[in-house]
């Protein structure tokens, strides 16, 4: 858990799951936080966001990295 952002900051259960099914159980778990689903590899902007979590997948939809905040 980080200690600038409130809340659960960190999903590793969540790898090999469905990305939609995952980001709707992370904004479940942090209230603070948007999950947004990407196919893995898009480029995404570097700042560090507590509010967000990358919700990484494959081409079949599952997560593929440990969603985290930033």
């Known amino acids: ?3 600038r952002c ?3 900051t960190s999903w590793p259960e969540m790898v090999g799951k469905n ?3 995952a980001a709707a159980k992370i904004e ?3 209230v603070n936080v948007d ?3 990407l196919l893995d590899g898009t480029p995404v ?3 560090f966001n507590c509010n967000r979590v990358w ?3 494959n081409r079949h939809g599952k997560v593929t990295r ?3 905040t930033g």
Do not use: L
């Open 55 to 57: 919700v990484w997948v």
């Open 45 to 47: 902007t570097m700042d």
């Open 19 to 21: 990305g939609e099914e």
């Open 28 to 30: 479940r778990e942090n």
């Open 6 to 8: 409130p809340g659960k």
């Open 66 to 68: 440990v969603p985290r």
């Open 1 to 3: 858990m980080s200690d």
């Open 35 to 37: 999950a947004i689903v």
